[in-house]
């Protein structure tokens, strides 16, 4: 029996078409060159249908509702398919994969992301290789969780992070292992891949409009710029700091605004600057003086995950006590849990 597959088409360059004013989608316009284009009508290729949103997004357009809206469409969907390819522009998709696995709870089949670089009307696009693949992945395997398939790699929703703004791998996820390898077979990787778990048993989580926000460290940043950036309403931060967790620890001013922060419930979570490894706020005097400050550590989380698991535990309506301890704890692969020292 033909799998059947959900794609969800929320926009992005893989479906778009030249204009004078530069690539745009246009409503309609994918199904027509993915119906000119024969792979997608293989024999092996899955049965799918695809669910167009509109209007089609440039993914730096959207944010936490247009996550819901998808997360909201699995849930209605989710019995009559085998899994979901979600169409995504690149530039956020990331986000949106990382978003996805807090909201969609019990998750028990493959809702894989891709788009692509080129556009699917033109010659040399890397869009028929990934959309053909994230449709395989669905056909062929039994992930039950939200992937990000792109250049022939197939990496976990909550550990991807965009790497490249041109490359056909324009993807990476650096601190936990590809799910499954993409060769001449699409071949999963069992041990770095969650636990099945029941089909029935999907719960949406909702976002509610939490303020929070990110801010990268930069050298001679100053205690005021923070202060106004961890002024009310703003409720969480994902602090991108230095190294294994560093900041400017001798700044007492600095040190001082995060700690008043801390009293007044501001969530603030150490994420490093560097693509690979993990926060260890024990590990220099410049990391702990961030702990002392009230700062909890984000391990080795993507600042993107970091976001979205704030946003999705704000949106709980957990107390900040409860958000700062959840932060560190590994709810849904999104980091390594041995990882989260202080
Ligand atoms: N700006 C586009 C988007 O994110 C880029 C892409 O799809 O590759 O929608």
């Known amino acids: 029996m033909k799998k059947k597959v959900c794609i969800l088409y929320t926009g992005g360059t893989i479906g778009m078409k030249p204009t004078p004013q530069g690539y745009a989608p246009e409503a309609g316009y994918l199904g027509l060159v993915m119906a000119s284009m024969p792979d997608f009508s293989s024999p092996e290729m899955p049965e ?46 990331a986000y949106t994969a ?29 869009g028929r290789e990934n959309l053909v693949t994230a449709l395989m ?10 992937c990000l398939c792109f250049g ?27 799910l499954g390898h993409i060769g001449v077979t699409i071949r999963p990787h069992p041990e770095h ?44 931060l994902v602090l991108e700091t230095y190294g294994m967790g ?40 410049a990391g702990s003086a961030l702990a002392r400050a009230g700062v909890v550590s984000g391990a080795d989380m993507t600042a993107e995950a970091a976001l979205t698991k704030m946003i999705y535990l704000f949106s709980l309506g957990l107390p900040p006590r409860d958000i700062r301890a959840q932060m560190p704890r590994n709810l849904r692969g999104e980091l390594t849990e041995s990882h989260a020292r202080s």
Request: proline residues 7%; aromatic residues 6%.
């Open 48 to 93: 799918y249908v695809i669910r167009e949103y509109s209007p089609l997004l440039d993914s730096s357009n959207m944010g936490p509702r247009h996550w819901l809206a998808i997360a909201r469409d699995i849930a209605d969907l989710y019995r009559d398919f085998d899994g979901f390819v979600i169409i995504h522009g690149t530039d956020t998709m």
């Open 152 to 178: 022939n790699r197939l990496l976990r929703g909550c550990r991807a992070t965009k790497v490249d703004a041109a490359g056909f791998q324009a993807f990476d996820s650096p601190n936990y292992p590809d």
């Open 193 to 236: 891949i969650l636990p099945a778990r029941p089909v029935n048993g999907l719960t949406v989580h909702p976002l509610s409009d939490a303020r929070v926000g990110a801010l990268r460290l930069f050298p001679g940043i100053s205690a005021d710029l923070v202060a106004n950036v961890l002024r009310s309403p703003l409720q969480g």
């Open 137 to 146: 992945v669905v056909a062929q395997t039994h992930i039950p969780e939200v």
């Open 246 to 285: 560093n900041g400017p620890s001798d700044d007492a001013g600095l040190m001082a605004v995060l700690a008043e922060a801390y009293e007044r419930g501001v969530v603030i979570v150490n994420c490093t600057q560097c693509l690979r490894g993990t926060v260890d706020q024990g590990g220099y005097a």
């Open 98 to 126: 990382s978003a996805l696995p807090f909201m969609l709870e019990g998750l028990a089949k493959p809702v894989v992301l891709t788009g692509s670089q080129i556009p699917l009307c033109r010659v040399r696009s890397d």
